[in-house]
């Protein structure tokens, strides 16, 4: 069965910083992917990167890179120069490798960005 | 492109109802998924319909049900409602060709049971 760990249930970064949200994941299987979803409160789920596990190169998407480390099992998400709009919670998600399988989320981080 | 678009966004029932939940998915999308989420138990995966077919369950009891049309439009039902399935209900819509093509998320449907 696939796992996804999101160990940090809060955290503060001050406006224009970096900041790492950690996720450890287990699986058995060798074909999967890694997701990371933003949930503002007002409970839509965006979509923000996606990394492969055959995937070489760490994924970037404008502002957020996954640091993917495949023999710890860590995909952790970078946020750099950190916005107030960034404020929300962050989900890491897997799923695969066949077509039905669903995302399995961890358990999110609330992430705060203050100015 | 248009996103995944959920209706109603809010709903209030009473214990003993039972609810109707609509998704559309992306224009192309044929793979339409739901999701529960509670503060208790974090996100839930339901069902996950392809080309009008379930092709995948969670575990849920009966009263949930789910079905998708020829257009990929898809509708989950609530029946007997009770007070634990008061939750923010999302729908994910995909290609469902591969395993690991992202999932594209609705606003939700956040429903009450009073």
Redo the contacts between chains.
């Keep these: 069965a696939q796992k996804i760990t999101q160990t940090q249930p809060g955290m503060f970064v001050q406006e224009k910083e970096a900041v790492t949200l950690d996720c450890t994941y287990d699986t058995s299987d060798q ?3 890694l ?1 990371w ?1 933003k949930q503002p409160s ?6 923000l990167i ?1 990394q ?2 055959y995937d070489e190169q760490n994924a970037t998407e404008g502002r957020y890179s996954l640091n993917f480390q495949k023999a710890r099992k860590s995909a952790n998400l970078v946020i750099s120069a950190s916005q107030l709009g960034d404020s929300a919670m962050y ?1 890491c998600a897997m ?11 961890g ?2 981080t609330r992430l705060s960005v203050i100015a | 492109k248009a996103g995944v678009t959920q209706t109603p966004r809010y709903l209030i029932k009473t214990r003993g109802q039972q609810v109707t939940l609509s998704c559309s998915p992306i224009s192309g999308h044929r ?1 339409v ?1 739901w ?1 529960q989420q509670t503060p208790g138990q ?2 839930q ?1 339901l069902f ?1 319909y ?1 080309s009008e077919t379930q ?2 369950k ?1 575990n849920f009891p009966g009263r949930f049900s789910g079905r998708q049309f020829s257009n990929s439009r898809s509708e989950m039902n609530v029946s007997t409602l009770e007070l634990g399935d008061s939750a ?1 209900y ?1 729908c ?1 819509s995909s290609s ?13 449907t ?1 429903l009450t049971v009073l």
Aim: charged share 10%; hydrophobic share 25%; glycine share 22%.
């Design positions: 074909s999967y992917g997701f979803y007002s409970g839509e789920m965006i979509f996606y492969g596990s989900f799923r695969g490798p066949h077509p039905n399988t669903p995302l399995v989320f358990k999110g | 793979s998924s999701y974090g996100l995966f996950e392809f092709r995948n969670g923010l999302l994910a469902g060709q591969g395993g690991t093509d992202t999932q594209y998320f609705g606003p939700g956040r």
